[in-house]
């Protein structure tokens, strides 16, 4: 499955150090915001990509609706992260991950249909934008 990471601003990050004792509360709301512009992308990019190219279109909807964003989490490093995809298993058994992947790098007979990696370079500066917004706000509200 596809990995997106962005590196942080200087600027973003100087405002990180400013907030103190506050920074495990307000970090995962930012990651939040951000993962919420992501999300929307890859939704968007997704629905133009499922059936396209074939009629007619076996689309059952599922891989669409198990995408979602997991919480804003600490792993054991102290860092933060929230995660896009997609929920297991599908109705019938089989793995959404293995359905997106198909759908993202095609397979024998059928050509890729990217949204993954088109919502990444697409909803970058968006999210980098949600972020610093959120974070302004929280800083604003201490």
């Known amino acids: 499955m596809a990995k997106a990471s962005f590196k942080m601003p200087e600027d973003f990050l100087l405002k990180i150090s400013k907030l103190g004792d506050k920074t495990d509360e ?6 939040q915001a951000g993962a919420e512009v ?6 968007s990019n997704l629905q133009a990509s499922i059936g396209k190219g074939s ?38 058994g089989s793995s959404n ?3 997106a992947s198909v759908l993202e790098y095609g397979k024998s ?3 890729p249909r990217p949204f993954l990696k088109p919502a990444k370079s697409a909803a970058k500066n968006e999210c980098i934008e949600a972020m610093k917004a959120k974070l ?7």
Not at 26 to 31: S, Y
Not at 64 to 72: D, E
């Open 26 to 31: 307000i970090l995962p709301k930012v990651l």
């Open 38 to 43: 992501v999300e929307k992308k890859v939704r």
């Open 55 to 92: 009629t007619p279109s076996k689309s059952t909807g599922q891989l669409l609706s198990a995408l979602g964003t997991s919480p804003p989490r600490q792993d054991k490093d102290g860092n933060f992260d929230v995660k896009i995809g997609f929920s297991e298993p599908r109705a019938d």
């Open 97 to 99: 991950a293995m359905v």
């Open 109 to 111: 007979g059928q050509p």
């Open 136 to 142: 302004e706000s929280e800083v604003g509200n201490i």
